[in-house]
Every structure is written in structure tokens, then in C-alpha cells.
């Protein structure tokens, strides 16, 4: 599970870094988030 | 029993990937010059502050969508705008729907304070949110968002509260 973990720990960390400094990952993020919304409040 | 603890404890750490990427990305668009897709963005910063009578809105009716600012809260969301006999509307679905009220908060601010700024076409408008509940003025304009829009908006839904209606009017 240690393992596990760190990895966990590592793919978070990369993805805010994704999200923050790799252009068009936020714009990726925002249009996925906005499908399973507009279902979710359908 | 310990099994079921672990299956658990993976899908958590699993789900934090993408719940990080969705927290990282609205937090970032609260910095900027205006929304994006569904997250709020920043004050309306860029774009000439228009001043005097009101322009002919017959424009807007081209325009899929506007950026709108409230002044309070100062956040900015991207929506849909509709003009009906040189005024111009925005609403928002969803209010009858527990999701679509967490989601969809502006209208509530609005209706607190309504003063806003538009952002169409680069060009900034300061505005009042008025909400408009019923009347007969809804059966055209909820024709001319179902015209312009694949929208359901009906004056039944907007009377029953479904959909929150506001005319953006000149501040004064």
C-alpha cells in the first residue's frame, strides 16, 4: 500500500502542475467537469 | 472486511486525482480576466467602459454567449443573452434542481445586489439585474431564447421558478 500511496501523492502533485502550467490542460478540466454537470443537473 | 477497506481507500486516493484537477482549475480561472467555461473567473478588467444611451441590442442576438460580472461577489460566469424589444435578458436553468442551485449561484446574488458589468464583444457595460418573475413580456422573450437557443426555457418554467429571468438594465 506504501507504494500505492507515493503514487497517489506523485499523480496529484503532477496533475495541479498540469492544471497550472501546461496550456490547454485547465481548458481540458473545465470542458470534461462541464459534461458530467450539466448531466448531473439535468 | 479488510479487503473492503483497502477497495475503498484506492478508489478514494483515485478519485483525488481528478477532484485536485477540477479544484486546481477553478482556483486558477478565479485569477483572471473572466471566465472561461463553467468556472467563475475574476473581475472584467479588459475592454472600453461604454458610456451613454444604450446601443441598439439588436447586435446581441449573433452573440452565443456574454461574460458577466456581479459586483458582489466580483465574479465573473459566461452565459447566455437574449434581446426582446431592445432590452436584453439573461437567465439561468437548473434553479428548480438541488445541483443546479449549487452550481448556479449567481442568480441568487443577483437578486441580493443586483449591479453587474457585461463584457460583449470586448466591450463593457455596467448593468442592474432586475429579475423578472411573470407577465406577458415572458411569452416573447422565452421565444426568442428557444429561437436562439436549444433552450426549454417556457413562461411556465420561468413562473415556476425553474429558471431565473433578470433584464439587464441600465444602471442609474
Known amino acids: 500500500m506504501k507504494n500505492f500511496y507515493i503514487f497517489t501523492a506523485a499523480a496529484v502533485v503532477a496533475t495541479i502542475l498540469a492544471v497550472l502550467f501546461v496550456p490547454g490542460v485547465d481548458d481540458f478540466v473545465e470542458r470534461t467537469f462541464q459534461v458530467y454537470l450539466g448531466r448531473a443537473a439535468r | 472486511m479488510k479487503l473492503f477497506r483497502r477497495v475503498v481507500i484506492v478508489i478514494f486516493c483515485l478519485l483525488l486525482i481528478p477532484i485536485a484537477a477540477v479544484a486546481t482549475a477553478g482556483a486558477k480561472q478565479r485569477f483572471e480576466d473572466g471566465p472561461n ?93 432586475k429579475r423578472i418573475q411573470s407577465g406577458d413580456l415572458l411569452d416573447g422573450l422565452t421565444a426568442t431564447i428557444t429561437e436562439k437557443y436549444p433552450s426549454a426555457t417556457t413562461r411556465a418554467a420561468v413562473e415556476a421558478g425553474d429558471v431565473w429571468v433578470f433584464e439587464a438594465a441600465p444602471r442609474s
Do not use: C
Not at chain 2, 452573440?63 to 459586483?71: G, K
Not at chain 2, 428548480?96 to 441568487?108: A, D, E, Q, S, T
Open chain 2, 37 to 129: 467555461r463553467v468556472f467563475s473567473g475574476g473581475p472584467l478588467v479588459a475592454g472600453e467602459l461604454h458610456s451613454g444611451p444604450d446601443p441598439d441590442w439588436s447586435f446581441v442576438s449573433e452573440v452565443p454567449t456574454i461574460e458577466m460580472q456581479l459586483l458582489s461577489p466580483a465574479q465573473s460566469r459566461r452565459i447566455w443573452i437574449a434581446e426582446h424589444e431592445n432590452k436584453i435578458y439573461v437567465w439561468s436553468g437548473y434553479m428548480g434542481n438541488p445541483i443546479g442551485r449549487i452550481w448556479k449561484r449567481w442568480p441568487v446574488q443577483a437578486e441580493r445586489d443586483g449591479r453587474a458589468v457585461i463584457r460583449i464583444n470586448g466591450v463593457r457595460y455596467e448593468r442592474q439585474l
